[in-house]
């Protein structure tokens, strides 16, 4: 059992958890997912590091309530354990050789954009990380992401933080202004990277994108995450889960992710009304 010895509301639908796992901390790099399992009778769900201390033996996820999953999964207090939580899994952010990067993150993404953005940093290539969210009460790890970039955008679909527009905006007007990044690190909605990869496409700018397709084993057997990069299929859990940007095929990627959103939808609500159920009994 794995016990969860921090928790936080990052906002009203995305959670930190800070979970015991010695083993996991002690081998986390950037880039890398778990899967971890509530219950025993629990399915099995990817989250990517978005932190890890080897010396107090804990790694950090954060995950945004959208399915049955992460409805029980928010519903474990501190205190409490995961029946599993196995890692890490997939391969590192490559770092080395990156003088100049941006990472270019949207919402819940941006708990993954942020542990590559401090590895970068602490590598000591210059960082400019660019970040966007629908409104002001959506914003995660600002003050991280400050803490860890030379440059810091942060933009609003609607204007009530930041600059008001999208992600995109912003990393044309930087790169327009003369900025050169010898790479462009994108994580987020599918729609988000797929601009965000034909931006640097017009100007040359390599670029990789983080896959967080469906996915349940995690060591390529199931075949659930496969995606087409270049023509030819990948597995996003040992192939990934970053890829060149510029080769994945995001409307394959978007058409197989909207597949069980129905099923997602009605398994959330079946879960929120055990819940429901359960407190009006109390």
Same mark, same amino acid.
């Not at 999953?69 to 990156?98: M, Q, S, W, Y």
């Given at each position: 059992m794995f016990e969860i010895v921090r928790r936080a509301e990052l906002n009203p639908t995305v959670t930190l958890l800070e979970v015991a796992a010695p083993l996991v901390a002690k081998k986390a790099r950037p880039g890398q997912f778990i899967i971890l399992r509530v219950d025993a009778a629990g399915e099995r769900i990817p989250l990517t590091i978005a932190d890890s201390d080897p010396e107090k033996g804990t790694v950090t996820v954060i995950f945004q309530i959208v399915g049955a999953t992460t409805e029980k999964l928010n519903h474990v207090p501190a205190g409490g354990c995961l029946a599993d939580f196995v890692g890490p899994l997939g391969r590192a952010t490559e770092i080395g050789g990156v003088k100049k990067v941006a990472v270019v993150g949207g919402g819940v993404g941006c708990a993954i954009a942020y542990p590559v953005a401090k590895a970068f940093f602490e590598a000591g290539a210059e960082v400019h990380a660019v970040v966007g969210f629908r409104s002001k009460d959506l914003i995660?790890?600002?003050?991280?992401? @400050?803490?860890?970039?030379? =440059?810091?955008?942060?933009? +609003?679909? #609607? !204007?009530?933080? !930041?600059? =008001? !527009?999208?992600? /995109?905006?912003?990393? @044309?007007?930087?790169?327009?202004? &003369?900025? @050169?990044? #010898?790479?462009?690190?994108t994580i987020g909605p599918l729609i988000m990277m797929k601009f965000v990869s034909a931006v640097t496409k017009e100007y040359g700018i390599p670029t990789v994108a983080s896959m967080n %397709?469906?996915?349940?084993? &995690? /060591?390529?057997?199931?075949?659930?995450? @496969?995606? +087409?990069?270049? &023509?030819? +299929? =990948?597995?996003?859990?040992?192939? !990934? %889960?970053e890829f060149d940007a510029h080769l994945i095929d995001f409307d394959e990627a978007m058409e197989r992710g909207a597949m069980y959103r129905d099923f997602e939808r009605a398994a959330h609500e079946a879960t929120c009304n055990l819940y429901r159920m359960g407190e009006s009994k109390q």
């Amino acid at each position: 059992m794995f016990e969860i010895v921090r928790r936080a509301e990052l906002n009203p639908t995305v959670t930190l958890l800070e979970v015991a796992a010695p083993l996991v901390a002690k081998k986390a790099r950037p880039g890398q997912f778990i899967i971890l399992r509530v219950d025993a009778a629990g399915e099995r769900i990817p989250l990517t590091i978005a932190d890890s201390d080897p010396e107090k033996g804990t790694v950090t996820v954060i995950f945004q309530i959208v399915g049955a999953t992460t409805e029980k999964l928010n519903h474990v207090p501190a205190g409490g354990c995961l029946a599993d939580f196995v890692g890490p899994l997939g391969r590192a952010t490559e770092i080395g050789g990156v003088k100049k990067v941006a990472v270019v993150g949207g919402g819940v993404g941006c708990a993954i954009a942020y542990p590559v953005a401090k590895a970068f940093f602490e590598a000591g290539a210059e960082v400019h990380a660019v970040v966007g969210f629908r409104s002001k009460d959506l914003i995660i790890l600002e003050n991280e992401f @400050r803490a860890h970039a030379h =440059k810091f955008v942060l933009m +609003t679909d #609607d !204007g009530s933080a !930041g600059e =008001k !527009g999208l992600v /995109t905006d912003a990393l @044309r007007r930087l790169i327009e202004a &003369g900025e @050169r990044y #010898d790479r462009v690190v994108t994580i987020g909605p599918l729609i988000m990277m797929k601009f965000v990869s034909a931006v640097t496409k017009e100007y040359g700018i390599p670029t990789v994108a983080s896959m967080n %397709p469906v996915m349940i084993d &995690g /060591t390529g057997m199931c075949g659930g995450c @496969r995606l +087409t990069v270049g &023509g030819e +299929t =990948k597995f996003a859990c040992v192939d !990934g %889960p970053e890829f060149d940007a510029h080769l994945i095929d995001f409307d394959e990627a978007m058409e197989r992710g909207a597949m069980y959103r129905d099923f997602e939808r009605a398994a959330h609500e079946a879960t929120c009304n055990l819940y429901r159920m359960g407190e009006s009994k109390q």
